[in-house]
C-alpha cells in the first residue's frame, strides 16, 4: 500500500535560520497536504498541493510538489520560537491520506 | 469554524474493559476518521466512514470497531482494550471528495484527541 517517509524526524534550528523537511511517497499521489501540530495540540490544516511541480507560498513557509508527485517539501526561512511544533505531510491517492512520521521542530533562541 | 469535538481529553482503563470513544462534528461532513499517534510512528489510520452507517478499514484496524449511526457522530470501540491500545486518539472530518465547503479540497479538521491510558 502507499507509505510516505518523511525525514528528518527531529530538526533543532538556530532562531533567524533555515531548514527543510522532505516528504517522500512510494506512489504517484493526487495531492499532497501539510499539517502543523503544536505541542499538546492537534494537527491543522497548513495547505494543500495538487499539480505537478507546484510552489505555494505562506509568509516565511514555502511548499512543493514535485514533478513526478511522489515528493514534496517544506522550507521555513528565518524560523522563530512560533515555528516550534511537529509537521506532518499526507498524500492522498484518493480520499484516504497517508501520513507521514512528522519533523518535530524546536527553535534555540 | 469547523467544530470537532471528542468525548473525553484523558482516559484511564483497565486491560479487557470495553471502551467507547465519541466525536462529533457540526460541519455536516460526509467523510469521519479516526487515527491514532504514537511518538516516531506519526497518524495511522484506525478506520473511516464516507456515509452513515459505511466504514472501510484503515491501515491498523485490528482489535477495534466503529459505529456511525449518525452523520455527525464517530464512534470508536476497543472491545477489550489491552495495554498496547494506550494511545493519542484523534478523530476527524473531512467534506466530501470533490466539495469545497467548510475549506480546502479534501481538508481534514480534527479534535483535540483522547490520550487513553490502558493499566
Known amino acids: 500500500g502507499q507509505q510516505v517517509m518523511q525525514i528528518p524526524q527531529y530538526q533543532h534550528v538556530q532562531e533567524g535560520e533555515d531548514f527543510t523537511t522532505y516528504c517522500n511517497s512510494s506512489?504517484?499521489?493526487?495531492?499532497i497536504q501539510w499539517y502543523k501540530q503544536r505541542p499538546g495540540g492537534h494537527p491543522v490544516f497548513l495547505i494543500q498541493l495538487v499539480k505537478s511541480g507546484e510552489v505555494k507560498k505562506q509568509k516565511r513557509l514555502t511548499f512543493q510538489f514535485g514533478e513526478a508527485k511522489k515528493n514534496s517539501s517544506l522550507h521555513i526561512t528565518a524560523t522563530q520560537t512560533t515555528d516550534v511544533g511537529t509537521y506532518f505531510c499526507?498524500?492522498?491517492?484518493?480520499?484516504?491520506?497517508?501520513f507521514g512520521a512528522g519533523t518535530t521542530v524546536t527553535v534555540r533562541a | 469554524d469547523v467544530k470537532v469535538t471528542q468525548s473525553s481529553r484523558y482516559l484511564v482503563k483497565r486491560t479487557g474493559e470495553k471502551v467507547f470513544l465519541e466525536c462529533v462534528q457540526d460541519?455536516?461532513?460526509?467523510?469521519m476518521f479516526w487515527y491514532r499517534q504514537d511518538p516516531g510512528l506519526g497518524l495511522r489510520l484506525i478506520y473511516f466512514s464516507y456515509d452513515v452507517k459505511m466504514k472501510e478499514k484503515g491501515d491498523i484496524p485490528e482489535g477495534y470497531s466503529v459505529s456511525r449511526e449518525k452523520k455527525e457522530r464517530f464512534s470508536l470501540i476497543l472491545e477489550s482494550a489491552s495495554t498496547n491500545q494506550t494511545s493519542m486518539y484523534l478523530c476527524?472530518?473531512?467534506?466530501?471528495?470533490?466539495?469545497?465547503?467548510?475549506?480546502?479540497?479534501?481538508?481534514?479538521?480534527f479534535g483535540p484527541g483522547t490520550r487513553l491510558t490502558v493499566l
Open positions: 499526507a498524500g492522498s491517492d484518493d480520499y484516504k491520506l497517508s
Open positions: 476527524a472530518s473531512s467534506p466530501m471528495l470533490g466539495t469545497t465547503s467548510g475549506g480546502s479540497y479534501n481538508e481534514q479538521f
Open positions: 460541519m455536516d461532513h460526509e467523510n
Open positions: 506512489t504517484t499521489l493526487s495531492n
